[in-house]
């Protein structure tokens, strides 16, 4: 089924270990984000890639790398991993800016 | 005054019964807008887009009022299967096109 797909669902960390989550979309889309949602907040955008190539910072990208290895892949790394970091992490791509979001179906990290 | 604002709710609104939803942004700048619907522990899924002639989806009617900065989302004869969080989706102009997410109002259907 043509989509986003994140991996891996679920991760437990311990303070100061890394992590990469990995997003893959088939749709061609150019633009690629990595999002974050806490309770009572809304999406919160990390890092965002507009096109292969580029990479530029979101609203909360301290503490996180991304790496857009191709129009397809749009992966999130977690350098040393701090409690504040658990959240629910979200892939998404968008085909242009008139277009909404398809959204990965999300990673739930807990940082212990 | 926040970005995109959303009654957080929740709705409990009865099957059948006709429920509304306001958003309100900041920036008349802004281009784009949406409606995204999340169930409990899932990824947001693209409800519809919200034009500036209005919009409708069978059940459900999306408005943007430009002047008042405000755009809703009107669900008719609510199905149990309605129940979930409702996010406002607001894009800016621009090459990069900021968009920021309203924190979801919750509705619930009831039997």
């Known amino acids: 089924n043509a989509g986003v797909t994140q991996t891996p669902k679920f991760q437990v960390l311990k303070t100061g270990q890394s992590m990469t989550l990995q997003c893959a979309q088939d749709?061609?889309?150019?633009?690629m984000y990595w999002y974050r949602q806490d309770p009572g907040m809304g999406l919160r955008l990390i890092y965002y890639?507009?096109?292969?190539?580029?990479?530029d910072k979101g609203e909360v990208p301290n503490g996180y790398n991304v790496s857009r290895l191709n129009k397809r892949e749009f992966s999130l790394r977690l350098e040393s991993a701090a409690p504040s970091q658990t959240s629910v992490y979200f892939c998404?791509?968008?085909?242009?800016?008139?277009?909404?979001?398809?959204f990965g179906s999300g990673t739930r990290l807990t940082v212990v | 005054r926040k970005e995109v604002e959303q009654d957080p709710g929740p709705f409990n609104v009865p099957e059948g019964a006709t429920v509304a939803f306001n958003c309100t942004y900041s920036?008349?700048?802004?281009?784009?807008f949406f409606w995204y619907r999340q169930d409990c522990r899932k990824e947001p899924k693209l409800l519809m887009s919200?034009?500036?002639s209005g919009n409708e989806d069978g059940r459900f009617t999306a408005q943007l009022n430009r002047a008042s900065q405000y755009i809703s989302l009107l669900i008719r004869d609510s199905k149990l299967s309605d129940s979930a969080t409702y996010l406002c989706?607001?894009?800016?102009?621009?090459?990069?096109?900021?968009?920021?997410f309203g924190t979801g109002t919750k509705l619930q259907v009831i039997p």
């Open positions: 919200v034009y500036s």
């Open positions: 920036n008349s700048a802004s281009q784009s």
């Open positions: 998404a791509s968008r085909g242009g800016i008139y277009y909404g979001y398809t």
């Open positions: 989706v607001v894009g800016d102009s621009g090459g990069y096109q900021k968009v920021t």
């Open positions: 890639s507009a096109s292969e190539g580029t990479t």
């Open positions: 749709m061609n889309h150019n633009s």
